[in-house]
C-alpha cells in the first residue's frame, strides 16, 4: 500500500494547485457600483482562499517524503497528511460557503471600496464554479493518503535501505580492493616474489606444493623501482 499512499498526497497536491489557479466564482456587481456595466468578474482560487497553495504544496512535499522515510516518521507523516487534507478542506469548504466574503478583495480591486459590510453591499450575485469542489476533493485525497499511511506504514517494506546500501561501497570493499592490489608478503614481511627469486632454486615453490603468483602490474612498478634505487636502468 505504498504506492498508493504516495499517489494519493501527489495527485491530491496537485489537484489543490491546479484548483487554486483556477477561477472559483464570478461575480456580478450592483448598478451602484460604479464599474459601468454589469459584467461578471472572474474570482481566482488565490483570491478566493489563498492558502490552498501552500498546502497543495506541502501535499506533494509529503508524497516525496512518504517515498524515503522510515517507519517511525511514516506515522508522523501519516498524521501531518491528515491534517493537510483537512486544511484543505477547511479552507475549499469555508470560501464555497461563504462566497460573499471571499470575494470582498475582488470587489475592493474593482471598485476601491474596502470593509466587509461595504463590499457586501456592492455584490449583486456571486456564481461558483466547478474548482472549489474540486479543491475540496483534493483535500479529501490527502486525508485518504495519511489515514493509508498510518493503517498500513509499520508494514511498508524498507527499500530505502536497500537502496542506500546498494549505492554506498563498504569500507570492507575498499580494503579488499587496495590489498588485491598489492604484493602478497610471506611471513617474515619480505615481498614474495623477491623471497622466491633470491631465497632458492627456480623450481623451489613448484617443489614445495605450491604455485608462483603472477606478477601484476604494481609488482613490475615496484620491480622498476628497486632497479633504480640500485642504480640500474629497468628499460634495458
Known sequence: MKLPAILLSIVGG??????WSQPWFELVLTAGAGTGGDAAIAVAGQVASPAVAALGLAALALGGALAIAGPGIRMVLGVLGVVLGACVLLAAGVTLGGPVSAVGPAVTDATGV??????????????A???PVIAIVSGALIV?????VLVTGLAWPASSRR????????FEDAADAGASDSPALDASGSDS?????????PGSAEASG???????????AIDDWDDLTRGDDPTR
Open 144 to 148: 485518504a493518503a495519511g489515514v493509508l
Open 193 to 201: 616474489a623477491d623471497a622466491s627469486g633470491s631465497g632458492g632454486a
Open 210 to 220: 605450491g604455485s608462483r603468483r603472477p606478477q601484476t602490474s604494481s609488482d613490475r
Open 163 to 170: 537502496y542506500r546500501d546498494a549505492r554506498r561501497p563498504s
Open 114 to 127: 474596502a470593509g466587509a459590510r461595504p463590499t457586501a453591499a456592492l455584490v449583486a450575485s456571486v456564481d
Open 14 to 19: 496537485g489537484l489543490a494547485l491546479l484548483a
Open 129 to 131: 464554479t466547478v474548482w
